[in-house]
């Protein structure tokens, strides 16, 4: 699909989440204004609770803002039809900060999920799983379950799940936490190749030395609104 523009393009965005008793919380987002721009690279920097996690499920059209406008790879996802959103989702690699594996799947089949889900042919979805859990140095685990791996074990599974699919844009919520500093490394370098091939990154993250190691522009959150967006 042809698009212009921003991939992403927040406009006076406002988050808030539903209150127990009824009604809308205190806004968690305010006023939030962004455009990231096709093949561009960002990081997400801001204390805990600061909403990083909630930009992202924006970003992923999980949530859809309660003010503003949230427009990604083209689509309006306040207004959007709910059926058009899985299409739009299936464009776009997310890493849970929780992960989010499926424990009764081998990770053969959790990273499968997206290919199988866009119904790829499973001759492709065989080379194209083997490929990605070589490059991340898992093929040897194929076909254990989640709960048989290591917390980074686990992790660098979630984000092949997140990448097998090529997607326009990948959204990471902290995907380096559980590993250790030379596999955060090789991860970045990841992240870096698919940067350099064209697909859009977001990564949030507490990790200076992450940061420090690719230079990229850093959105800073504070308490819902944003306090800076450097160049790198
Ligand atoms: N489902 C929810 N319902 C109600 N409030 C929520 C929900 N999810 C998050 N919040 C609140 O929204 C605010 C922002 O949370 P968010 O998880 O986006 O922050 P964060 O910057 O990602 O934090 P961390 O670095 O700890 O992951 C917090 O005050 C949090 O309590």
Known sequence: MERSGPVVRFDAVGLAYPAPGGGLGAEVLRGVSL???DGSFTWLLG?????KTSLLRLMHAALRPTRGAVEVL????GAAPRRTLPELRRRIGVVHQDLRLLPHLSIFDNVA???RLGRRPESVIAEDVAEIL?????DHRAHARPEELSGGEQQRAAIARAVVCRPTL???DEPTGNVDASQARRLL???AEMNRLGTTIVIATHSEDLVQRFPAPAMRLERGRI???DEG
Do not use: E, K, N, Y
Request: charged share 10%; aromatic share 6%; net charge positive.
């Open 35 to 37: 455009a990231l721009d």
């Open 113 to 115: 999920l997206p290919l």
């Open 74 to 77: 083209g689509v309006g996802t």
């Open 227 to 229: 306090r800076g967006h």
């Open 170 to 172: 990948l959204l990471a």
């Open 47 to 51: 204390p805990s609770g600061a909403g």
């Open 189 to 191: 370098a990841l992240f």
């Open 134 to 138: 070589r490059w991340i140095g898992l």
